[in-house]
């Protein structure tokens, strides 16, 4: 019933709105008031819409604290003309394109991983620090996969083979290693002295930083299926909020692990279809959630009670990134969207893939995509990167990266960091 109650309420909830908000029109000589209205929500913006329409942003890009528990980077300081580039290499990881690798930056060096689980940290002048593998002979002949993230000195690493570990970071020794019964498939988050990570069965578990132990575990709705998304968490304010393979979001206490609200994105009867389902990651911004899915579905969500605040038709699986009272996402269709985070209206949109022949557009993906300081920087599964203006959503220049798929852009340090198969790239 509780499930019926809020996929009822997700369907009748999205009304026509509007708002008086100030942009700048290029076709005026000042600034102009706009009445931006939200498309019927049964139509797809396929197209350039407010097309002279400039985006304002502060001129002051405000440093985010919390931006790795909520998944929120929002502008961050970097503005290159990339032609500095250098790279940091690593044996050919396979199964890349079915990965979402992460980066743990610190201010003395860089961790990645490479062929076979081996760690390694590397100094920002491209020297490795230190190089440890802790696999055994048979587990290196498997295509091992590493999730990583710290907290202080520590290091805590998942896998594809069900082990979970931490390292320090200053000298990569081995701090404690565990086994879970389910290899995991999640973020990993660290909140005081706990961590949270949700495995293929759709358990969030919380371990202890410590020494890994488990403190509690909190299973959710499993209907077999087994998404290659990695799942999203985000934390805030002793609750930790989570996706599951079947477009489930449920939040918890973040100490007891007890149920405070579930809010259902799919129908039950559609559950069977759950395996082409694929939602981008989770961003909580104030006190909303905001994710979006490959189905046409863009939800704002309110966190304290799980209800829903407004639903747009995107087509995105990426992540999206808020700045502003302003969300910025692209389609699986390469549109990149400005929208209004308070309403929920689309203030304007424009083609990325525009230069693409049409028969090549089926075939190229959004990756990722960051703010830098006027710039937006997109890349694409076709190893390419875009980068286009915050102000005009229009195309400034396009990288060749590689002939396969890159990883999400990264911004640490007024750098940008771009991961293959077999380096690290960094522009300055």
Same mark, same amino acid.
């Given at each position: 019933?509780?499930?019926?109650?809020?996929?009822?309420?997700?369907?009748?909830?999205?009304?026509?709105?509007?708002?008086?908000?100030?942009?700048?029109?290029?076709?005026? %000589?000042? +600034?102009?008031?706009?009445?931006?209205?939200?498309?019927?929500?049964?139509?797809?913006?396929?197209?350039?819409?407010?097309?002279?329409?400039?985006?304002?942003?502060?001129?002051?890009?405000?440093?985010?604290?919390?931006?790795?528990?909520?998944?929120?980077?929002?502008?961050? *300081?970097?503005?290159?003309?990339?032609?500095?580039?250098?790279?940091?290499?690593?044996?050919?990881?396979?199964?890349?394109?079915?990965?979402?690798?992460?980066?743990?930056?610190?201010?003395?060096?860089?961790?990645?991983? *490479?062929?076979?689980?081996?760690?390694?940290?590397?100094?920002?002048?491209?020297?490795?620090?230190?190089?440890?593998?802790?696999?055994?002979?048979?587990?290196?002949?498997?295509?091992?996969?590493?999730?990583?993230?710290?907290?202080?000195?520590?290091?805590?690493?998942?896998?594809?083979?069900?082990?979970?570990?931490?390292?320090?970071?200053?000298?990569?020794?081995?701090?404690?290693?565990?086994?879970?019964?389910?290899?995991?498939?999640?973020?990993?988050?660290?909140?005081?002295?706990?961590?949270?990570?949700?495995?293929?069965?759709?358990?969030?578990?919380?371990? %202890?930083?410590?020494?890994?132990?488990?403190?509690?575990?909190?299973?959710?709705?499993?209907?077999?299926?087994?998404?290659?998304?990695?799942?999203?968490?985000?934390?805030?304010?002793?609750?930790?909020?989570?996706?599951?393979?079947?477009?489930?979001?449920?939040?918890?206490?973040?100490?007891?692990?007890?149920?405070?609200?579930?809010?259902?994105?799919? +129908?039950?009867?559609?559950?069977?279809?759950?395996?082409?389902?694929?939602?981008?990651?989770?961003?909580?911004?104030?006190?909303?959630?905001?994710?979006?899915?490959?189905?046409?579905?863009?939800?704002?969500?309110?966190?304290?009670?799980?209800?829903?605040?407004?639903?747009?038709?995107?087509?995105?699986?990426?992540?999206?990134?808020?700045?502003?009272?302003?969300?910025?996402?692209?389609?699986?269709?390469?549109?990149?969207?400005?929208?209004?985070?308070?309403?929920?209206?689309?203030?304007?949109?424009?083609?990325?893939?525009? +230069?693409?022949?049409?028969?090549?557009?089926?075939?190229?993906?959004?990756?990722?995509?960051?703010?830098?300081?006027?710039?937006?920087?997109?890349?694409?599964?076709?190893?390419?990167?875009?980068?286009? %203006?915050?102000?005009?959503? *229009?195309?400034?220049?396009?990288?060749?990266?590689?002939?396969?798929?890159?990883?999400?852009?990264?911004?640490?340090?007024?750098?940008?960091?771009?991961?293959?198969?077999?380096?690290?790239?960094?522009?300055?």
């Amino acid at each position: 019933m509780i499930k019926f109650f809020f996929i009822i309420l997700i369907i009748f909830s999205g009304c026509s709105l509007e708002k008086k908000t100030f942009f700048k029109d290029e076709t005026t %000589s000042g +600034n102009k008031e706009v009445v931006l209205k939200k498309k019927d929500n049964k139509e797809i913006i396929q197209e350039d819409f407010n097309k002279n329409i400039k985006i304002k942003l502060s001129k002051i890009i405000k440093n985010n604290k919390f931006k790795e528990l909520r998944n929120n980077y929002g502008r961050e *300081e970097f503005d290159s003309d990339f032609k500095s580039v250098s790279k940091y290499k690593i044996k050919k990881i396979k199964n890349f394109s079915n990965f979402e690798p992460t980066i743990v930056f610190k201010s003395d060096g860089i961790i990645f991983f *490479e062929k076979q689980g081996t760690l390694k940290k590397y100094d920002y002048s491209q020297k490795l620090i230190w190089k440890k593998n802790f696999y055994s002979k048979q587990e290196k002949k498997s295509n091992i996969l590493l999730n990583i993230t710290h907290e202080n000195d520590i290091l805590i690493i998942t896998d594809n083979l069900s082990k979970y570990y931490a390292v320090d970071l200053k000298n990569g020794e081995l701090l404690w290693s565990k086994t879970n019964l389910t290899p995991f498939n999640s973020q990993i988050k660290i909140y005081k002295d706990k961590l949270y990570i949700v495995d293929y069965e759709n358990i969030l578990h919380c371990f %202890s930083i410590k020494n890994g132990n488990r403190i509690w575990s909190y299973q959710t709705d499993n209907f077999f299926v087994k998404t290659k998304k990695t799942l999203s968490i985000v934390i805030d304010n002793e609750k930790v909020i989570f996706t599951n393979s079947i477009g489930d979001i449920t939040a918890l206490d973040a100490n007891k692990g007890f149920l405070l609200w579930q809010t259902p994105t799919q +129908n039950n009867l559609i559950y069977a279809e759950s395996a082409s389902l694929i939602t981008s990651d989770i961003v909580l911004e104030k006190d909303s959630i905001f994710f979006s899915n490959n189905r046409n579905e863009f939800y704002s969500i309110n966190k304290n009670n799980g209800f829903l605040n407004w639903k747009q038709k995107i087509n995105s699986n990426i992540r999206p990134v808020i700045t502003d009272d302003l969300i910025f996402t692209v389609s699986n269709e390469g549109f990149l969207y400005f929208i209004d985070s308070l309403t929920g209206n689309i203030i304007k949109s424009n083609n990325l893939l525009i +230069n693409f022949k049409s028969k090549q557009r089926q075939f190229i993906k959004p990756i990722g995509i960051a703010l830098g300081s006027d710039n937006i920087f997109l890349s694409l599964s076709n190893g390419m990167l875009i980068v286009a %203006s915050i102000q005009t959503g *229009e195309i400034i220049n396009t990288f060749k990266l590689d002939g396969n798929q890159i990883s999400k852009p990264f911004i640490f340090d007024n750098k940008l960091y771009i991961v293959k198969d077999n380096s690290i790239i960094e522009y300055k």
